[in-house]
């Protein structure tokens, strides 16, 4: 089972690089630990993840306005928001070979519930685990951990004039989560946009984690893409509305092609003081060995605006015109990482397929909404000016709608390869019978079938299809 898991995180890690989804940050300089960019189709991936998101979060709604608020902010949000005081992990480390764990991490390897337990318990569970000699270090085995610590997430920078760069006052942190903004923003938006209770502001940002293991390729990183929505509403509706959110956002999955089986609800027993409900959508991911958190839907209160406004002095709070009542908003989000869903859709697509005689395809078979290219172009032959031309010209004509690729290299074979793995749906080939009867080869990335379209109708069929 182990060796399966590892296969296919492997496979995927090599198939991303090589075909230019994702590459190591900094590669030539040994790379930056859990930091990752994203290459030409892997932008284009990922863009489409976030545009469909965005398009049922904001543009199919009446209720959902967007926003995209500055990476840093006033320091003091993270202190009113209790970031700066606890928002850190317990972190071990092997006296042998240096390694960094999370002490959660390991205890819920052993079926103990750590998650945002108190320093003292997870230190008395590593303790049993020790004398048990259970307790061993994840990369080398040894036994020699020490106690557990709390480590800050919290990315530090420093902004102002060079000669008191490095002074505390000037310290600001890079956002843990983009939320930050949004709450900073909701007086702004309720002023300046027609909004009235309950209505969401949604946005997706950069945000910053010194996580201490990071070793998942792009699902847990240093410096990620979240796409959050907060919904303020009045505390009598947060049970029909949070109901209302969980709902949209499970069929969301449902409809790009994730099956019901490969996703579940996973319910925090442990809440934070002010939580009332979280649930996370929970993945079956076959690269990291099962089942893992892709989405948290939670229910906050009225904890962040009432910390703002205790700690800004502003009044943050809502008017309902009809029945005067005056009240701070409770706060319920949809928090999701762009990276996750990223590897989530690639797990889901990567498939090697048997063609018999020993041949095997490898092919991404994305969701074609999502899919990087939706269309490749290819001249049957290189060197016939004729059929190059003509291919141009419909590979023109196409790109003013989607997404295209030109591709003359090598022969056909090789061309269908090299789209099978970025997961292009349609190929569309060039050859003789263009010139003389006007039809073009149209060749589908699930089934290989290949079907003869007129130039004419290539847009309606493509249309109909993608
Ligand atoms: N505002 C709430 C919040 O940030 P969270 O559970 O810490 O809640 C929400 O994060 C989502 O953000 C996670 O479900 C995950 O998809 C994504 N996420 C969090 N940390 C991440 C990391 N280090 N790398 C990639 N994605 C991350």
Known sequence: MADKKETIMEDLVSLTKRR???????????????????????TLLKNNIRDSWWKHMVQYRDDVVGLDSAIFMHPTTWVASGHVDSFDDPQIDCRNCKARMRADHVLEAFDIVADKMPIEFINAE????????????VNCGSKDITEAKRFSLMVKSNLG?????????????????????????????????????PFGIAQVGKA???????????????????????????????DEKYDMWRDARWQW??????????????????????ASQAYDIEYNF?????????????????????????????????????????????????????????LMFLDKAFTVEDLGEGKTRTVLKLPKVLAPIKVAVFPLLKNKPELVAKAREVHDMLRK???????????VGKRYRRQDEIGTPYCVTIDFDTLEKGTVTVRDRDTMEQTSVSVEELSVFLEKNL
Not at 30 to 41: F, K, S, T, V
Not at 253 to 272: C, M, P, S, T, V
């Open 208 to 238: 910053f984690r010194n996580e201490i293991v990071a070793r998942q390729f792009v699902f847990r990183t240093r410096e990620f893409e979240q796409m959050e929505m907060q919904y303020f509403l009045h505390p009598s509706m947060m």
């Open 20 to 42: 230019g989804f994702v590459f190591p940050s900094s590669e030539i300089y040994g790379g930056l630990g859990a930091i990752y960019d994203y290459g030409h189709y892997g």
């Open 253 to 274: 999955y449902l409809e790009l092609g994730i099956a019901k089986e490969d996703i579940r609800w996973y319910k925090h027993e442990k809440l934070a003081h002010y």
């Open 401 to 411: 709608q989607y997404m295209c690729e030109f591709d003359d290299n090598g022969n």
């Open 161 to 197: 004039s060079p000669t008191d760069a490095l002074s505390e006052e000037n310290v600001v942190y890079l956002r843990p989560e983009t939320c930050g903004g949004i709450y900073l923003e909701y007086k702004n938006t309720l002023d300046s946009t027609r909004v009235k209770l």
């Open 126 to 137: 590593l303790d049993k685990l020790r004398e048990q000699g259970k307790l061993k270090c």
């Open 286 to 342: 076959r690269s990291l060995g099962g089942f893992k958190e892709v989405e948290g839907i939670h229910a906050r209160g009225d904890w962040d605006l009432s910390q703002h406004s205790k700690h800004s002095g502003k009044i943050l709070d809502y008017v309902d015109e009809k029945t005067k009542e005056k009240f701070i908003p409770h706060i319920m989000e949809t928090s999701v990482g762009l990276g996750r869903l990223f």
